[in-house]
């Protein structure tokens, strides 16, 4: 089993893809511990070229399928012990970042977290990035509702660990000096073409809110679950 899973959807970005792997092989300390889950368009042909002489690379062939989707089905295919959501316009900075993550995740015995980097963005106010244990996953329903179109994953899955926090079980790490950053390639779009407008959030923002119960029963049972894997620990 590999240490990481990285799930990378991409479409019609190869030089960008290309660009993110090298990072990721350059400041990897075992580059052969982790697979990247690549998901790319059955019409997006050089996409589907993308290789990488030092990464081990799963292609999932698709056909518009929402990011919810193409999440849930590259999770399926993949085999890590810990899963991360990548974007095609990132770059990582830091080296032996997998060590970092991984110390922070040898405290959590039962195997429950999330663990993100700073983006250069955001930083801690959202886990633009998540790296999320396995067990983790299977407790969330495969990270996400199939609903979410494109956007709002991302603060789906910060939301559920801050409310197993407030249960009393802070799995949420945020790694500061940990750069994951993100480039914003649709913002240079719109500075190179003011005509041109990223795909709306509105729908997916809704959804969001729709999925607050939702959110609370994951914490729940992440709660449970840690709870019962301490109580067996001691027994």
């Not at 019609?12 to 893809?17: Q, V, Y």
């Not at 990548?86 to 959590?108: A, E, G, P, Q």
């Not at 603060?155 to 790490?173: C, N, Q, S, T």
Request: proline share 4%.
């Amino acid at each position: 089993m590999k240490d990481f899973s990285l799930i990378l959807p991409t479409r019609d970005h190869p030089a960008l893809a290309r660009r993110l792997l090298d990072s990721i092989a350059k400041t990897t300390s075992n580059p052969s511990a982790l697979e990247i889950i690549l998901y790319v368009d059955s019409d997006d042909i050089e996409s589907q070229e993308i290789s990488h002489p030092q990464l081990f690379i799963s292609k999932i062939i698709g056909c518009g399928d929402s990011m919810s989707e193409i999440t849930r089905k590259c999770f399926e295919l993949s085999q890590g012990k810990f899963v991360m959501l990548i974007n095609d316009d990132m770059l990582f900075k830091t080296r032996d970042w997998d060590i970092k993550v991984l110390d922070v995740f040898s405290r959590f015995p039962e195997d429950v977290g999330l663990v993100y980097g700073n983006d250069l963005y955001y930083g801690k106010r959202m886990s633009t990035f998540p790296i999320l244990s396995r067990k983790a996953c299977e407790l969330m329903d495969k990270i996400c509702p199939v609903q979410y179109r494109r956007h709002c994953i991302d603060p789906h899955i910060l939301d559920i660990f801050k409310r197993l926090e407030k249960l009393g079980y802070k799995r949420a790490v945020y790694l500061g000096n940990v750069i994951f950053e993100h480039m914003h390639n649709e913002l240079g779009i719109l500075i190179n073409d003011p005509e041109s407008t990223p795909q709306g959030d509105e729908d997916d923002q809704e959804l969001y809110f729709k999925f607050v119960d939702y959110r609370q029963q994951i914490a729940e049972r992440m709660a449970e679950y840690i709870n019962n894997y301490s109580n067996n620990k001691v027994h």
